[in-house]
């Protein structure tokens, strides 16, 4: 056998073992080692399919990969007593399954579908033939005896909690976790709900559990059908019969009521109308347009005047046992109480309605809602009265009063007067009128101190508050263009409009704003000999801010700011000092933080005696070398050009210099990157605006990028390549 156990192809010979033992290498030999070749070729499973196979494939757990997909035809796996019977694959991600060259069943991820019926034919009886089941219930198919059964399960599918059990003498639905009929079908045709059928019977309806009592429907005749109820032993008691021109009600076997097609009602004895709860529409009699509703609410009996639908009231009567009222549209007009007292609503009664009572009092007209009402009475003294008082009528917490000089209007539960006005129009708010004060106004129940608005002279107003003694010591007056403040008798502050500004003046030399370190704010003296004018103390600093925020919050977002102590006057944003100008110098704040410019903001030109300075100290350097012949070489290739600027004061004269994107290309030639070395500079924004105050666009500027050079270290890079070359031909000139 060519091959061991595991599979390792063995030979017979070696022959160089042959040839260092001495041995001949002879044909036999030759024949019985090719021979084994042979054997071991004729056992090879071969990948072309030429050879069947012999013995079973041991794949040793490994597995089998891309088999032909087949078709449902021909299948790209059969087995041995069917070629057209096996598995294919119809598309990625599915399964097929084929008899007899025809589909039958295709298995996706997400569903079976099956071609033709499932069949399962259980040996035995079980309730548990086929399952469907979901994650939370599920669908168990079965029998039992000679009855199919449908049941509801959960998602186990062993608890069945719904059931369909279908014989050859009926059709039952039951449920309940203990399955109970709810509805049963007899051969007949004759129904049960949660009860069996009765023969006779076309349905028969019971309480669930209890078939002792319940409801049938039968036919009785030919032309007749009937509902009754039947009690526990079966007897009918209470029928409907239905017949073609009349449906008549029995009650005990007695005829009670029958209703014939002409519409006529026929009743035996009195007829009760007794709801189980108040309602508007107990009895109704409609007509063609309008009809009579007979209904009750809680303690009332109403009558009311409907639409044709029997829907919308209009005219109601209302009766209880305490009064009688008339509404019209759904508004009561007319009331009369226990007591004989006519009460009219809105609206008139014979155009008018006269109270003469025979006494003052209080009471001589009510109006009354659920939690308040009206009442109009007189009181001694020719006052006349209107409150606003509780449901009772009795409580007054509103009142008006009138008299032939004065109106008075009290409000609370005892009445104290909020608005006064008297004959001269003069007005009194929390008290009484002042002679001399068009309004005054004070504090409920505190008479000693308020505000008064008064006509002080024929083109004066002012508006003045009162002490103690009715004495005023502080007033605002309004004549002509000005305003004027007094304090005490004394003018404080006034503000004038001599033309088409106004000024405002203080009558004091300093005016401290906030207090603290004597701070003074000018502006203006009226006579423009002073501009703006911020004043502190020399230990202090002086700020100037831009803030935003509600009162309480503010935060600035810049500020100027002048230090005393060092004599520097710095600008800040976001909270932060930027720029500084002191006596000698304007520099940034931060050291090597801030740029001059920026690559949307250039300088046009920059006038200067002496050129600027740049920071060349070793100790702050590193990796200091000499430049690359490879970076000179490169700088040798950039070309200088002449040029124009294209937007500038001066875009028709001539410039000369060395272009970014130009250097970038010769560096990039020579396999450098021009943007790793200080050479070039490039900047790329974002669509920005900063907008003035009064939010009109003051910078807008649209997204782009920009190129620039850095020139110094660019004329660094020249100079140093024509020292190189310099050298160079120096070298050649003394060689």
Request: hydrophobic share 40%; glycine share 12%; charged share 15%.
């Amino acid at each position: 056998m060519p091959f061991d156990v595991a599979g390792n192809f063995s030979r017979l010979h070696n022959w160089q073992d042959d040839r260092d033992a001495g041995i001949r290498i002879l044909a036999d030999r030759h024949d019985a080692e090719d021979d084994n070749f042979a054997l071991g070729f004729n056992q090879t499973f071969l990948r072309t399919g030429a050879a069947p196979m012999t013995g079973d494939l041991n794949m040793n757990g490994n597995g089998i990969h891309t088999i032909e997909a087949g078709s449902a035809a021909v299948p790209g796996l059969t087995f041995e007593l069917d070629v057209d019977t096996g598995l294919f694959q119809p598309a990625p991600d599915q399964l097929g399954v084929s008899v007899s060259g025809l589909q039958t069943a295709l298995f996706t991820s997400a569903s079976l579908n099956l071609i033709g019926k499932l069949a399962i034919n259980a040996p035995t009886d079980i309730p548990s033939n086929f399952f469907l089941l979901g994650a939370t219930a599920g669908i168990r198919m079965g029998s039992a005896l000679d009855t199919a059964t449908i049941d509801a399960t959960d998602e186990t599918g062993s608890a069945a909690f719904k059931a369909m059990s279908v014989n050859a003498l009926g059709f039952s639905v039951s449920t309940g976790a203990a399955p109970q009929p709810a509805l049963a079908i007899n051969n007949q045709g004759e129904f049960g709900f949660n009860t069996l059928p009765v023969a006779g019977v076309i349905a028969r309806f019971a309480y669930r559990g209890y078939d002792d009592v319940g409801m049938e429907i039968f036919r009785s005749s030919a032309v007749e059908l009937g509902i009754h109820t039947f009690d526990r032993a079966g007897a009918a008691y209470r029928a409907i019969r239905h017949l073609a021109a009349s449906h008549a009600w029995n009650i005990g076997g007695t005829p009670i009521m029958s209703l014939s097609d002409t519409g006529l009602l026929t009743t035996v004895g009195l007829v009760l109308i007794d709801a189980p709860a108040d309602g508007n529409s107990l009895f109704r009699v409609l007509g063609v347009t309008a009809g009579l509703r007979i209904g009750t609410a809680p303690g009332i009996a109403t009558i009311d005047a409907v639409d044709e639908t029997g829907g919308v009231s209009y005219k109601p009567l209302s009766i209880n046992a305490t009064t009688i009222s008339l509404a019209i549209e759904g508004t009561t007009k007319l009331l009369v109480n226990a007591a004989g007292a006519v009460v009219a609503g809105s609206g008139t009664i014979n155009g008018s309605l006269l109270v003469d009572a025979p006494a003052d009092g209080n009471n001589i007209l009510r109006v009354l809602g659920a939690t308040a009402g009206l009442r109009m009475g007189s009181s001694a003294g020719g006052i006349a009265t209107i409150d606003a008082v509780d449901e009772t009528g009795g409580l007054s917490y509103k009142s008006l009063d009138i008299v032939a000089a004065s109106y008075d209007l009290k409000i609370g539960p005892t009445p104290a007067t909020v608005i006064a006005i008297d004959i001269n129009k003069l007005i009194g708010f929390n008290c009484a009128p002042t002679a001399g004060a068009i309004a005054r106004f004070q504090n409920f129940n505190n008479n000693d101190a308020g505000l008064e608005i008064r006509r002080t002279a024929a083109d004066i107003m002012s508006l003045m508050s009162y002490n103690r003694q009715a004495g005023a010591y502080t007033k605002l007056n309004y004549y002509g263009l000005t305003h004027a403040w007094h304090i005490g008798g004394v003018e404080t502050m006034s503000l004038i409009q001599p033309s088409s500004q106004g000024i405002l003046l203080l009558n004091r030399t300093a005016y401290a704003i906030g207090g603290g370190n004597g701070g003074q704010l000018q502006i203006g003296d009226g006579l423009g000999s002073a501009g703006l004018t911020i004043h502190a103390s020399a230990t202090g600093s002086n700020d100037i801010q831009l803030s935003r925020g509600t009162t309480g919050t503010l935060s600035y977002n810049g500020m100027i700011r002048y230090e005393q102590s060092v004599n520097v006057l710095s600008f800040w944003t976001n909270a932060t000092s930027r720029v500084r100008i002191a006596d000698t110098n304007i520099s940034p704040s931060v050291d090597a933080t801030y740029n001059l410019g920026a690559a949307t903001f250039r300088w046009a030109t920059v006038y200067a005696s002496v050129g600027t300075i740049n920071t060349s100290d070793e100790r702050e350097k590193t990796d200091i070398c000499p430049i690359p012949d490879a970076w000179l070489d490169a700088w040798g290739a950039v070309q200088y050009s002449r040029y124009k600027w294209i937007k500038t004061s001066d875009s028709k004269v001539w410039h000369v210099g060395v272009i970014a994107q130009r250097i970038v290309a010769t560096f990039k030639a020579a396999g450098i990157d021009a943007l790793e070395l200080g050479l070039v500079k490039y900047d790329a924004w974002e669509f920005r605006s900063e907008t003035t105050i009064d939010g009109t666009v003051e910078i807008p500027n649209s997204a782009g990028d920009r190129w620039g050079v850095n020139y110094a270290e660019c004329s660094i890079m020249e100079a140093a390549y024509q020292r190189r070359e310099i050298a160079r031909l120096k070298a050649l000139l003394h060689a």
